[in-house]
């Protein structure tokens, strides 16, 4: 079945450094989603992606669809202590029917 | 904003014994989901319902789980004869198009059940 990977598992960093998760799927999808999940929290929808090699922005937030489909990326610039949290990908597959495949997470931390 | 919502927040039961977690999707939305996670770990897809019926359900949605939407506004996931693995946070969620219309799901704020 799909299987969708991230990128790192956990990082720590300076309140004011850049942080970047990558996702990647085992088979092509038909759009990626972003999610962001508070500890304690439920995840929240932060972005879809659909078209090849895609790039949108909110405020210090850069999402990117790779040319293929199988990848994505979320980057975060000069970050802060808001940022923290969990952030998931999560695809529909083409030939995933009627599911959304949640990635593995990426867990933020930020020093202040 | 409309949001999906979800009753309990927690329950505890006890092993063996049937729970049944309830949402309130979306009014306009026409797909429903339930996802479950596991504390520390990713959220997992269990089954997915669209005009009454189930339209897609993972390897975890066996026997023991069942899904209905009795009343047109509630979605409801039943639990039979829980086990200790089925300690997790359940999440509902809903969505107002089809996967190919690259459907945004909205997700509740999950119930977290707790077996003993």
């Known amino acids: 079945g799909q299987q969708v990977m991230q990128i790192p598992q956990y990082q720590h960093v300076q309140e004011g450094e850049d942080f970047t998760t990558y996702c990647n799927s085992s088979?092509?999808?038909?759009?990626i989603q972003w999610y962001k999940q508070r500890p304690g929290g439920h995840p929240v929808f932060l972005i879809q992606?659909?078209?090849?090699?895609e790039v949108k922005k909110q405020k210090r937030l850069t999402f990117q669809f790779g040319e293929a489909k199988k990848n994505s990326s979320l980057h975060i610039t000069a970050t802060q202590t808001t940022d923290v949290g969990t952030y998931f990908c999560a695809g529909w597959g083409k030939s995933s029917g009627d599911k959304l495949t949640f990635g593995t997470g990426t867990r933020l931390a930020v020093r202040p | 904003e409309p949001e999906v919502t979800q009753t309990p927040s927690h329950q505890v039961t006890q092993m063996g014994q049937e729970v049944i977690l309830r949402c309130v999707p979306i009014?306009?939305?026409?797909?429903f989901y339930w996802y479950r996670q596991i504390l520390g770990q990713k959220v997992e897809f269990l089954v997915s319902?669209?005009?009454?019926?189930?339209?897609?359900k993972s390897e975890i949605f066996d026997d023991q789980f069942s899904v209905e939407r009795p009343d047109g506004s509630n979605f409801t996931l039943k639990i039979r004869s829980t086990k200790l693995e089925d300690s997790a946070m359940y999440f509902c969620?809903?969505?107002?198009?089809?996967?190919?219309?690259?459907?945004?799901?909205?997700f509740g704020e999950g119930s977290w059940l707790t077996v003993v």
């Open positions: 992606l659909v078209k090849s090699g």
């Open positions: 319902f669209y005009n009454n019926e189930i339209s897609e």
């Open positions: 009014s306009n939305h026409l797909y």
């Open positions: 088979t092509t999808l038909s759009n």
């Open positions: 969620a809903s969505g107002r198009d089809s996967n190919t219309s690259g459907n945004t799901i909205y």
